[in-house]
């Protein structure tokens, strides 16, 4: 079992002049910032008012980021974490109501007795401490399998939150309502079950599912415009997928799906692309671009990309937008900062339309 103790000291960005680039979209002139660096894994971001964001990190660490004087200040807490594989510290998100509640929720994965479950918990940000920490839902998902915990969180406009639990490796989880593995979970803010929750008096299944047939859901984001829950998650040797999450709706993983085996590409997985009564993806990428987190920009700093979906990718290492018509269909996808060559785990919007985005090699940038 590996306990993580994080310091509460105070560490200063290297200031040093960084380089700005400039690339074009839409006839627009984006420039791009490398804002951080040296920071491991950026699993999550998640912006607390106008000038400070909360970032996970893989490792076990929560850091506030200063985005107008750039500095990063680790936060003191204590998580029971397990650490192989994919495992770790994964999203961050702070309240609806932050400024009010002081509270963030976060997913990280648990070590019970060596195993690890996606868990939904969350913590009271108070003079640059983490206090009352308190887990809502330990999932059933417990495993000794490394891989595929999901997690994004998502909140909507009526008091839910939810969150996104990977199959964990084992395919039949996709299709079994007596596991949160592979489903997207939906709770009330305090952590009860909403009593409209789709398989709420379903026998042997759980009443926290809100979806299900899901592989490995890394991207979560509520669309306020349309109302709309944007998924996004990452198939087999092609597969990845962009999906509309539908209350009780069946996304088919393992049954169908359009990736290939990872021993053998030529045999397809499952039955087939297509089956009655499984709900197909807006988008799918063959090959694969391991997908990161997704968002849909709301602002108004670049408005020719008003209500695009941009998706950060690990495999083929850019920033993609996707152009949306009003009922969802991919009208056009641009492959942004490929120059990079960094895998693009997270990206956000802040309160001024600026984007940033976190990469594997510890590094935020910010687009403005």
């Known amino acids: 079992m590996i306990k993580v103790f994080i310091i509460n000291t105070m560490l200063f960005l290297s200031l040093f002049s960084q380089t700005i680039t400039e ?58 974490l397990f650490l192989q594989g994919q495992a770790g510290l994964l999203d961050v998100k702070a309240s609806p109501s932050f400024s009010k509640d002081h509270t963030i929720f976060f997913t990280y994965v648990k070590n019970i007795d060596n195993k690890g479950a996606t868990t939904l918990a969350k913590a009271k940000l108070i003079n640059d401490k983490l206090e009352n920490i308190e887990d809502i839902l330990l999932t059933q998902s417990l495993s000794d399998t490394t891989r595929h915990f999901g997690s994004r969180i998502a909140f909507d406009d009526k008091g839910h939150i939810f969150f996104g639990v990977g199959d964990r490796g084992i395919r039949p989880n996709g299709q079994d309502l007596s596991t949160h593995a592979g489903t997207i979970i939906r709770l009330n803010l305090d952590g009860t079950i909403p009593n409209d929750n789709p398989f709420i008096n379903q026998k042997n299944a759980l009443p926290e599912i809100y979806s299900y047939g899901h592989r490995n859901p890394q991207g979560l984001f509520f669309y306020k415009k349309n109302k709309q829950l944007f998924s996004g998650e990452h198939g087999p040797r092609g597969g990845d997928e962009i999906n509309i999450i539908k209350k009780g709706e069946n996304y088919g993983w393992p049954v169908i799906s359009y990736g290939k085996e990872y021993w053998n590409p030529l045999l397809s997985v499952g039955e087939s692309t297509h089956k009655k009564g499984m709900t197909q993806p807006i988008k799918y990428f063959d090959p694969s671009i391991a997908p990161g987190s997704l968002i849909i920009y709301e602002g108004t700093k670049f408005k020719a990309w008003k209500g695009n979906i941009f998706q950060g990718a690990l495999k083929l290492t850019h920033l993609n937008r996707i152009v949306i018509d009003k009922n969802n269909n991919v009208i056009k996808e641009e492959r942004l900062l490929e120059n990079l060559d960094e895998r693009i785990r997270n990206v956000i919007e802040d309160k001024k339309g600026n984007l940033y985005i976190s990469t594997d090699s510890g590094n935020i940038y910010k687009l403005f």
């Open 23 to 80: 690339f074009k979209s839409e006839n627009m002139n984006i420039s791009v910032e490398k804002v951080a660096s040296n920071l491991g894994i950026v699993w999550g971001m998640s912006m607390l008012d106008n000038h400070n964001m909360i970032l996970s990190l893989k490792k076990g660490q929560f850091v506030i980021f200063n985005i107008q004087n750039r500095t990063l200040k680790p936060l003191k807490s204590s998580l029971k």
